[in-house]
């Protein structure tokens, strides 16, 4: 019946022939959108009761969550895949995205965009995998138990644990929460699964039972040893149990995306492959995650996406070895809840290393953060983006940081007259 099938979960975006699933969310109930979803289109609603529609058009489960999940897990089980699930307070997209670019989209299928959650994977298996070799599964979490939901719907043969720091904390519960949320994923690993892990202490007194490579920064099985920028390029040198290896980056890659790197060499190794190194050396960072462009001269750095205090510590930084001057546009860092003012004032402290900030406060939880190198508070951003472009000179850096739902974009967008990073 659903052989080949698409599945949708907002009736807006119902088509001819598609699948529609019902979800009861927090706001509202998909249930009161199958008539619209049909009549877009849809050959078949997936529900959890009646509705006012033809019988016929109507598939009846217990739970439609529970329905998308299932359906996922069992394409995934009749194509079996190698599955790599990576998570981590930071670095997940950056990450899943170089594994992918090394193999190319033949042999690898990549959950898209943030289609990481208990919704986005199973939906991103069922319409995007079409039987690939491998499966590199990015794996979100907000509150322990989310990453242990994900396994279910994709067990890993390769559990890849980036960090765990303070982001979503508020969700979470603390940062102690976190840590246990995060460690589910190598928690929940196949058998005969191998994870590889952060040389975090907190991380590996945890594990001890389990089979783990570690890496890290001087440190781990595989371990970034040094880095330099030349022009618009990075030069990073690893040491791993195949031997030392050097890899020049046509592109700025921050400290933590370098870290990285010495997981994505041990997620080949495990595996059994040959990573082209000449093909990693290709990897341009995703808009939005720490990507560095040249304008007029001044490095610029796209890293709107989101924020955390330990991403916000990596991009200084950085920003800091890259221009004469190093400047930043900030917003609020979201989801910290009891913890937000608290987090707000150890931004402050992180960003007295720069020459100048100017904030963006739309949401004024920044508002809660003292910083000696404000220039500018502002929520409009015509206003910064003067106050920018009378302040930068050929050589400095900007960095424009915040959480996705301040919309940093806006401000970077006008900055660049129109035109994306």
Do not use: W
């Amino acid at each position: 019946m659903f052989e080949n099938a698409k599945f949708v979960i907002d009736s807006r975006e119902a088509f001819d022939g598609c699948v529609f699933v019902a979800l009861k969310g927090e706001k509202t109930d998909g249930h009161l959108y199958v008539r619209q979803a049909l009549e877009k289109g849809a050959s078949l609603a997936v529900v959890e009761r009646d509705v006012d529609v033809p019988k016929e058009k109507l598939y009846l489960v217990k739970d439609t969550r529970y329905f998308l999940q299932q359906m996922a897990a069992q394409k995934l089980a009749m194509y079996d895949p190698q599955i790599v699930g990576i998570t981590g307070s930071n670095g997940k997209t950056t990450t899943k995205e170089m594994i992918h670019h090394c193999l190319g989209k033949e042999l690898a299928f990549r959950n898209p965009g943030n289609l990481n959650t208990e919704i986005g994977l199973p939906l991103s298996i069922l319409n995007d995998y079409h039987g690939q070799p491998y499966a590199i599964l990015e794996m979100a979490m907000n509150k322990p138990g989310d990453i242990s939901t994900l396994c279910r719907i994709a067990r890993p043969h390769v559990s890849v644990l980036l960090n765990v720091g303070t982001a979503h904390r508020g969700v979470a519960g603390g940062d102690e929460q976190i840590l246990r949320g995060k460690l589910e994923i190598v928690e929940n690993m196949r058998e005969d699964g191998i994870a590889i892990v952060h040389s975090d202490p907190r991380i590996l007194e945890k594990i001890k039972e389990k089979k783990f490579l570690t890496f890290g920064f001087y440190s781990g099985d595989y371990k970034l040893v040094s880095y330099k920028y030349e022009e618009f390029s990075t030069i990073a040198h690893y040491e791993t149990p195949e031997g030392k290896k050097k890899v020049r980056f046509s592109a700025i890659l921050n400290l933590g995306q370098l870290v990285n790197v010495a997981a994505v060499l041990a997620v080949f190794d495990v595996l059994g492959l040959d990573v082209d190194l000449s093909k990693l050396e290709t990897f341009i960072p995703v808009d939005g995650r720490f990507k560095v462009i040249k304008v007029d001269d001044v490095y610029v750095v796209d890293d709107t996406y989101n924020a955390s205090l330990e991403s916000f510590r990596i991009a200084v930084e950085t920003l800091k070895k890259l221009g004469k001057r190093a400047y930043a546009v900030v917003g609020s860092i979201k989801e910290q809840g009891i913890y937000s003012e608290q987090t707000h004032r150890q931004l402050g402290r992180i960003l007295e290393q720069l020459d100048g900030v100017l904030v963006y406060n739309i949401d004024h939880e920044i508002d809660a953060m003292e910083c000696s190198k404000i220039i500018l508070k502002s929520d409009e951003p015509k206003a910064i983006v003067e106050q920018l472009r009378n302040l930068l000179e050929p050589k400095d850096a900007v960095l424009f940081k915040a959480s996705r739902a301040v919309g940093m974009e806006k401000v970077l967008e006008l900055f660049l007259g129109g035109k994306k990073a």
